[in-house]
């Protein structure tokens, strides 16, 4: 007997022949048996006995071992075989997966197994794939180099992909893998990847809904409509796990509405053929509305009083049944067990449903638990920053008794310092007895320092650069290190400060600072900006901290500063002698020499759940600072600040605030007729502060008008009102200011907080008055006493010219700068102006606008656009302003 039984398959270089079908994954081709047809014995004859192994041969295998071969089938030599046999030798043969070609001769008993082995991947190569990219791929891929290829492990893989591509919501997505033929039995693996557009949501429908409205019930889904409106939406895109969350809003938004039978019978999401939209489909039963019954709460703890708490429950009888609101009580009922020192209270509502009233009557039974103490804080994850800093924030301590206070306390306070993740947590877990607790805090360090650099050309500022590095979280331990540098053509300061927060783990806070700082005020004539005062401060400054209470603390500080205040000689001065006409009376008042020392207070109250980005609480402080310990300066500066966080729900948080300070001098004013607060101790206004307004925007100003004097006879003063802010716009600044603040951060969805985004909406009102009236020249036409014609005025240095009680001072009855009439028929050598006095009121500056902070990559940024609703004349706005920093 000679016979054959073989299986076959074909795949050569595209594997779609057999595989792409494997794209919709259809069912594998079955393996192709080839054996001669079988003959019926002639009659009276027996049929074929069972033949013996006589030897078993392998070949055309490579990288197997022909024992490794045998290892898989269960012919062995000496066994009886028949053709049941060899055709369960084939099946095994196929179930390795090894071969791509193989078959099996029969030569009387002499077997040769003839195979042709898989290939090799070299490599395995995507295409296509722009939205995700292949690190997001790779993870999903079984098919490695150097592995043997196998068709399941490419239709596995070809699965995974396009699952991948769902979750992203492009159900359009095709994977087409191909094979690519090497030398050496050995293949490259492509992916061809279609990824299709994303699969949005075109519609959704809502049946059964009587008492609330589709729109009503589509605000509350997380699942939007595609359209024009949500252009910009995440949303938008088909999302399974997104489907049943929406179907958890509606039930919570019924029940908290009072429909406790309400259900979803059934959410049906429906792909169109072309695979780019859905049509999602709810079917609900809104059931009865009910009110709140009896209202009773049983309590098994000594400490609880059921009377008591009944008064502090915050649902009332017949009123509206609101589930969260009974979910809020459970943990609020929690919340205050856990300030008697039951950690692990446990509070059961008990519901009775009335149908026939429609009520539901609900008691609160707190369960006997025992009284808890802290076996144990657990500090994990924190390799930069020391155990004692997180540890000494805490309010509770090892084997004090358990307190829901002092561990929310504990979070608030961890959260503030700024070195961990957002909204930080301590986790409660039962100790190695039932009265015993291990708090565990879980830490996930972030980047604590902050680094500002930015170098620039400009027409008005030439080259400047800044630099500033701040590390709030030094060496680990809390301190906080800061230096920076700023230059450029207007103003250059240097600044070293260090602040030791525990001092010898003591909870006292000192610190210190020195400076440079070189600021060169400035105005604008026309389009260009000219320097008014230059001054050069160099000091120190001294502080120190402690707590008075867990929410109040007192700060101390000392500092000397040395100011000098001068005008440019060659622009302001006429001689040796500022000059007034050029300068204005109140810059040639502003300049000289002094030496303040400074000894000031802080007294804070602050409860905020969060310093850096607060959604609860108040902060209070007044702050004063005496100069005259010494020194040259003498005077009160009094402040006082006032903010309210309030969380409105759903993530909105509004922010109230206002301050306000006051200057009150002592001694006399610098020079006869001047304030006696100098210009450069008094409070500014403006950006960015106040937003609609430019920096010293608000408030006291001189404004220098030119004058049209081509008819002396008739000058006209060139106001704003023609198109002219100005020759000079110097602002004065005033003894009082006040300024408030209503702000509302605006949640994003996860997709725009991912990116850091977070916008907000403000209004700001504020003013800065109350200073002397400075002593304001007009420099125009002038009547010539000799003639009494008008005749334009010429500077002269000559010691006969004419002069004008203006020009002498009045002390010492010097002639300061020196005038005469210029002969009749010529042209004055000194440009015409003048002077007007501004702002100094203190009816307030409203503005309105929006802003947005984004952690960008390249650091924080803010952008505010704000429109002065109210302004008072003089006043200098600016609606669009920006800042960008870095954070390490």
Request: charged fraction near 25%; charge should be neutral; include cysteine.
């Amino acid at each position: 007997m000679n016979s054959v039984a073989s299986h076959k398959f074909s795949a050569r270089t595209q594997l779609s022949a057999f595989l792409l079908a494997g794209t919709m994954l259809s069912a594998p081709v079955m393996a192709q048996q080839v054996a001669p047809p079988t003959v019926p014995a002639p009659a009276g004859e027996a049929a074929p006995t069972a033949t013996t192994v006589q030897s078993i041969t392998v070949v055309g295998n490579q990288r197997l071992e022909a024992q490794t071969i045998l290892s898989y089938l269960r012919l062995r030599v000496g066994q009886t075989y028949d053709r049941s046999i060899l055709d369960q030798a084939l099946k095994d043969l196929a179930a390795t997966e090894l071969f791509k070609d193989f078959q099996i001769t029969d030569n009387n008993g002499a077997l040769t197994i003839e195979v042709t082995e898989n290939p090799v991947i070299n490599r395995v190569i995507l295409e296509g794939n722009k939205r995700l990219k292949e690190d997001k791929i790779r993870p999903e891929i079984k098919l490695a180099p150097r592995q043997i290829f196998t068709r399941s492990k490419v239709r596995a893989d070809v699965a995974r992909i396009i699952e991948l591509y769902k979750r992203q919501g492009r159900f359009a997505a095709t994977v087409e893998p191909k094979m690519v033929s090497l030398d050496q039995n050995r293949v490259d693996v492509v992916f061809e990847i279609n990824e299709g557009p994303k699969s949005k949501v075109r519609q959704i429908s809502i049946l059964g809904n009587e008492k609330f409205s589709d729109g009503d019930l589509k605000d509350e889904m997380a699942t939007k409509e595609s359209g024009l409106l949500t252009i910009l939406s995440s949303n938008t895109s088909y999302d399974p796990d997104r489907l049943a969350y929406d179907q958890q809003k509606l039930r919570l938004f019924y029940l908290q509405n009072g429909y406790a039978d309400f259900r979803v019978i059934s959410a049906v999401a429906e792909l169109t053929s072309n695979k780019q939209d859905f049509i999602i489909t709810y079917v609900v039963e809104e059931g009865e509305r009910y009110k709140f019954g009896d209202i009773d709460v049983k309590s098994e703890l000594r400490d609880f009083q059921p009377e008591m708490l009944k008064t502090l429950l915050p649902m009332k009888k017949d009123d509206w049944y609101d589930a969260k609101l009974v979910e809020d009580t459970v943990e609020s009922l929690s919340e205050t067990a856990g300030l008697f020192g039951y950690a692990f209270a446990d509070i059961n509502p008990e519901f009775r449903r009335d149908p026939e009233t429609r009520t539901m009557q609900i008691t609160f039974n707190v369960a006997e638990s025992p009284r808890t103490y802290v076996e144990r804080i657990d500090v994990n994850g924190n390799t930069l920053t020391h155990d004692k800093v997180v540890r000494r924030e805490f309010r509770l301590n090892e084997g004090d008794a358990f307190n829901s206070f002092g561990i929310k306390r504990t979070e608030n306070r961890l959260n503030s310092l700024g070195y961990f993740q957002e909204n930080l947590e301590i986790e409660r877990k039962e100790g190695s007895a039932p009265d015993r607790i291990i708090l565990e805090t879980n830490v996930q360090e972030k980047p604590t320092g902050e680094l500002s650099l930015s170098a620039g050309f400009s027409s008005i500022e030439n080259f400047l650069l800044q630099a500033s590095i701040r590390q709030r979280n030094f060496r680990g331990l809390g301190q906080q290190l800061q230096a920076s540098v700023n230059y450029s053509s207007y103003s250059k300061s240097v600044e070293l400060g260090f602040t030791e927060p525990y001092l010898f783990d003591r909870n006292i806070s000192v610190g210190g600072s020195v400076y440079r700082r070189d600021l060169n005020s400035f105005n604008f004539i026309d389009n260009d900006r000219r320097t008014t005062f230059e001054q050069v401060t160099t000091g120190f400054q001294l502080n120190a901290g402690v707590p008075l209470t867990e929410f109040m603390s007192f700060f101390a500080r000392y500092s000397l500063n040395y100011d000098d205040v001068t005008l440019d000689r060659g622009t302001y001065f006429f001689g040796d002698q500022c000059d007034p006409f050029i300068a204005g009376r109140y810059l040639c008042d502003a300049i000289g020499k002094r030496t303040t020392s400074l000894v000031g207070y802080t007294l804070a109250y602050d409860d905020r759940d969060n310093r850096i980005r607060p959604t609860r609480g108040q902060s209070l402080s007044l702050s004063q600072d005496f100069a005259g310990l010494g020194g040259s300066v003498k005077y009160v500066k009094t402040r006082v600040n006032a903010s309210k966080h309030f969380n409105l729900g759903s993530r909105f948080i509004l922010n109230i605030s206002a301050e306000g300070g006051y200057i009150f001098p002592f001694g006399s004013a610098p020079n006869p007729g001047s304030d006696k607060v100098r210009l450069t101790d008094r409070f500014f206004l403006g950006e960015p502060q106040m937003r609609g307004f430019d920096i010293r925007g608000v408030g006291p100003r001189v404004i220098r008008y030119s004058v049209d004097n081509t008819d002396p006879a008739n000058p006209i003063v060139v106001t704003e009102t023609d198109g002219n802010r100005g020759q000079i716009d110097d602002a004065l600044g005033g003894r009082a200011y006040y300024q408030g603040r209503i702000e509302v951060d605006i949640p994003l969805g996860t997709g725009a907080k991912e990116l850091g985004l977070r916008p907000s909406v403000f209004l700001d009102v504020g003013s800065v008055f109350s200073v002397r009236r400075p002593e304001l020249t007009t420099l125009a036409t002038f009547t010539d006493p000799s003639d009494g014609l008008a005749k334009n005025l010429c500077r002269n240095s000559a010691t006969s010219a004419v002069t004008f009680g203006s020009n002498i001072n009045p002390v010492s009855g010097a002639v300061e700068t020196q005038y005469q009439y210029c002969p009749t028929g010529t042209t004055s050598n000194l440009a015409p102006f003048e002077e007007r006095f501004f702002g100094d009121t203190w009816m307030p500056r409203v503005s309105i606008g929006a802003g947005v902070n984004w952690n960008s990559p390249f650091g924080p940024f803010r952008i505010d656009f704000a429109y002065a609703l109210r302004k008072e004349e003089g006043d200098d706005t600016k609606r669009f302003s920006f800042n960008v920093g870095t954070q390490f």
